[in-house]
Structure formats: C-alpha cells, structure tokens
C-alpha cells in the first residue's frame, strides 16, 4: 500500500565532483529519495580543469529520473566551463593588479566581500574573453550569455535556446567579483574594471522564488501539451497528456455498426447482465494506436471468442477496453513522475456509466472519483472565461471556490486478477499490430474513421 506524503520538494545539488538530486517531504523535512552521478573532470593541461556542461545537465536529467525510479520502488555547443579549481587565470590576475593603486588584491573587498583571485568568474570570464576568439566574437555580437553553473542548469532546464531563463540568485552572483552585496546588483564599476558588458549578465533573483517552469517530456509514450495559461502576465503550465483514438467512439460502433444495441445505455445493460468477457478481449485499434505504442499499422480486433462468446460479453469487452487503454496511459504516466497516481478523477459523458466506473477502478486498483457534475471540460472553460482580466466575475482562489460532491468507485476485484486481465489485454494489442503495411493501399477508396478521445482529468 502506498504511502500518503505531504508535498515533495526536489532539489539538484549541483557539486564540481558530482551531482545530485534529493527529494524531500515538505511537512516534515524528510529526506526521501536521491541519487548521485559522479562528473568527470578534464585536464587539458597542468593547473587546466575543465568541465563538460552537456554532460553535468545531462547528469541532472539522470539523477532526477533516477530518484523518481527509486520513489517508485520504495512506493511512495560551447566551450568546457572553467571550474573553480583552474589555474590558467592566474596571468590575467597579474595583469588585472598592474591596473590597481598599491596592487591590493582587497581593492573591492567592501562592494564584493572578495579578493582578486582565479578562485571567483570574473577572472575566468575575463581570461575567455582575452584568449578564445569564439567567445569574445559572440559576446560582440551578441550571442552569448555568462553565468555561474546554476544559471545554466536553469537556462537549459527551462527551454535553452527555446526560451530558457538567464538567471541566478544573490548567493551565487556574490561570488562572481561583479555583483555588489550591499546595493544587491551588478556593480557597473566592476564591470567596467574587468571590461565585461552587463547585458550578458544574469538577472539576479532570490534563493527562494519560482525561476521558471522546467518543461516535461515523456519518455513513455505520453505527449507535452500546455495545460493552462490564467491571464496574459501569468506563468505557463504544461502537462503530460495520452491521446487515445477510439474510447467512447466504441459503444457507438457497437450501436450503429454491429446493431448489438440501440442505444448507448442498452450496451451498459448488455454488459450488466453477464459481468464479465468471459475471456473476450477487444481491441478498437479503427484507425491505429495512439498513446502510449503510436502504432499506425494496428487494426481492430476481438480475440478469445469461443462458442459461448454473445453480445452481452463483447460489449462488456468493448467496455473493458477503454478501462485498458487508461490504463496503458496511467502506468505511462506513473513511469515518468516516479510517483504511482493515487486516484483517478475522472468527467464527460461516458462517467454516466456506472459499469465503466467500477471497472476503471478495478483495473487500476486505485479509486476512481466521478464528480456529481460530470461536465467539468465546460466548467472550467466557464471559471477561466469569468476570471479572465476586465471580466473578474468568478474568483479562482481556493478559498472561495465552493465544494465538490464526488462520487466514488473502489476497487472490488483483488490486484492479481486485474494484473491477470490487464496482461491479456496487453497480449491482444500485441496481436492487432501489424496489420497495415505503408504500401497496401486501398483499391481507390479511401476510408476516413473518425476519432474520439476520451478525457481524462488527473
């Protein structure tokens, strides 16, 4: 049984020998999960040191999805970096004191707190700039950015070139030489001391803010899709999302195609009657698969037919195949948080099937939450319609929004007879690959399905 935690909080803890990511429970400060990833260090010289910053973000990329792996299980191109410990600078220290009264290393210890040093950036910015002419012609030009590790760590993580946020916070910019502790800004003194332009330096932000949203990409099957934007001046919000081509759309076929029904009630009736596929499975592959296989060769099939095969049991399969194909989404979904989905809410018509929503639960053995209003797609495009600037009719802060009744469905069947289940529909689907090849066209007569997705709030 999984345990029930209050909000997580990860955090990339970003070293010169190694990164890591640790996941912590907000309400009690406990240290979950976490995971490290050693770096590797270069050293082109003697006093060189040199890091590889694709592959430290690509070592933060692993030791979240690594960290996420281990939650599960425990069920609840640029030039090399200068790191801290290159000496190469140490000339253009020397050069830097020639151009201070008395050669005082202290000269701007009381704007920075710091010594001339190779230990601090812009020593090491400066040096690139006086010995790599990549470097020096794009900041000319005005193509380069400069930042601590963590300005680029956040820069790549949310959206690189696409975007990506050019910051950092008080207490790595205090360790740059350029950046004034008391005034809490970049000091144009400094800046014109060590002769590097302002504008390719991060803005500046606190230790505790929302810097920007990290985009998440499915390694599973899933699609990226923006969930919302509430209001021109407000943050982005993305969500993972699992399109799937034939879910209600079924029960019309059965309807309208194979006439086992008149209606969409009477299929529920149908299925009602028997409870069960007796070993029946369908799968509505009409016009291919879509998440999680995006398999285009596949095509319908009903498998497991024996003479006692009826009516009632392939609309109870036909039924079954769309608590499947959730399924199929939701174990995709689970595979790229890291942390299993604890319940499913669910909205639109098809929630009107009381049958449907029993053997969602069972399939996924977790609850699924109808609520007493089922057309919360509408809803909530009326709640964004009536906050929206210069209407401000409905207020969207969860103090004043009033309670939902729900109704709620718990698993009935024991976790290995829905596992049993759920492996023979992995089987079928298995079996209704293939079917189309690029090259078997028609004989001129196209056809043209229709799809339907079946929405899923979770």
């Known amino acids: 049984m999984a345990t029930k935690l209050g909000p997580l909080v990860g955090a990339i803890d970003q070293g010169t020998s190694s990164t890591r990511f640790l996941v912590f429970n907000a309400e009690t400060a406990e240290l979950l999960s976490h995971h490290q990833v050693e770096i590797k260090q270069e050293f082109p010289r003697e006093g060189w040191v040199e890091q590889d910053p694709k592959e430290i ?5 692993e030791c979240v999805e ?26 253009t220290v020397e050069h830097l004191l020639k151009k201070v009264p008395g050669r005082n290393k202290t000269f701007s210890k009381f704007k920075t707190g710091l010594p001339l040093s190779t230990y601090f950036s812009a020593v090491k910015l400066r040096w690139l700039l006086d010995n790599v002419e990549e470097i020096r012609k794009a900041v000319e030009d005005h193509r380069a950015m400069f930042g601590t590790i ?32 008391h005034s809490l800004e970049w000091d144009p003194e400094l800046c014109k001391f060590f002769d590097i332009p302002m504008e390719i330096l991060p803005t500046v932000r606190s230790s505790s803010e929302i810097y920007g949203v990290m985009s998440v990409f499915s390694e599973h099957g899933l ?26 759309a079924v029960v019309r076929w059965l309807r309208d195609n194979l006439g086992i029904a008149k209606t969409s009630q009477e299929v529920e009736k149908l299925a009602a009657e028997v409870g069960t596929s007796y070993g029946c499975y ?34 109870f399969a036909a039924l079954e195949a769309v608590c499947f194909q959730t399924r199929e989404i939701l174990d995709a979904m689970n595979k790229d948080c890291g942390i299993p989905l604890s319940q499913l809410q669910v909205d639109g018509g098809m929630t009107n099937n009381k049958i449907l929503m029993q053997l969602q639960s069972d399939i996924l053995c977790i609850p699924v ?26 207020s ?58 079946y929405g899923l709030l979770v």
Request: aromatic residues 10%.
């Open 396 to 453: 969207l802060n969860p103090g004043d929004l009033t309670a939902v009744t729900c109704e709620r469905f718990e698993p009935q069947i024991n976790p290995e007879e829905s596992e049993y289940r759920y492996a023979r529909w992995k089987k079928a689907v298995m079996k209704s690959m293939g079917w189309e090849t690029s090259d078997a066209s028609s004989n001129g007569n196209p056809e043209f399905i229709a799809s339907q997705i």
């Open 66 to 91: 690594k960290t996420c792996e281990k939650m599960k299980q425990l069920n609840i191109n640029i030039s090399n970096i200068r790191v801290w410990l290159d000496l190469r600078t140490q000339s």
């Open 150 to 181: 963590d300005s680029w760590l956040i820069w790549s993580l949310t959206g690189g070139t696409n975007g990506g946020i050019h910051c950092t916070d008080v207490t790595n910019a205090s360790r740059t030489m350029l950046f004034n502790i």
């Open 223 to 248: 699609i990226t899709t923006i969930a919302y934007k509430m209001g021109r001046d407000k943050p982005t919000f993305y969500a993972l999302e699992g399109s799937v081509a034939i879910a209600g």
């Open 282 to 315: 369908f799968v509505p592959a009409f016009s291919g698969l879509y998440a999680p296989y995006w398999e285009p060769s596949a095509r319908g099939i009903i498998c497991g037919l024996t003479q006692f095969t009826n009516k009632n049991h392939i609309a």
């Open 369 to 394: 939450v109808k609520p007493s209003m089922p057309e919360t797609t509408a809803l909530g495009a009326a709640m964004a319609a009536g906050a929206a600037e210069g209407v401000e009719v409905w």
């Open 57 to 61: 973000l690509n070592s933060v990329y």
